[in-house]
């Protein structure tokens, strides 16, 4: 099993910055990707960013130039630098390992809003 533990959500203005962070542990042999998704409420979960173990690079177009994922090898942590959030950010923010399967941790929320 893999575990996902998120932190750094938040309450933040419009304009504002927030680094979330999700340190992954347990069976992570052979995982391949990491990612951050969100699902706002009434909506679907969607993609906002993934990054490879090749260390590409994937994001969403609503959050392309603000938005950056980074990894952190031996930490096992991924990083989503937020930048410049809008009012439209907000959301649970899950992370996800993708292997053969995907696990997910349990959710940070990020509010925006002034």
């Known amino acids: 099993q893999v575990q996902l533990v998120e932190s750094g959500g938040g309450l933040v203005q419009p304009g504002g910055s927030l680094r979330l962070s999700c340190a992954a542990s347990g069976s992570i042999a052979g995982i391949n990707a990491m990612g951050w998704y969100r699902q706002a409420p009434g909506k679907q979960r969607e993609l906002v960013a993934v990054i490879t173990f090749g260390s590409s690079t994937n994001y969403a177009d609503s959050v392309k130039g603000r938005f950056t994922i980074s990894r952190d090898i031996a930490k096992n942590t991924v990083y989503l630098q937020m930048n410049n959030l809008k009012p439209e950010d907000t959301a649970v923010y899950y992370c996800?390992?993708?292997?053969?399967?995907?696990?997910w941790g349990q959710g940070t929320q990020v509010t925006v809003s002034s």
């Open positions: 996800s390992a993708r292997r053969v399967t995907y696990y």
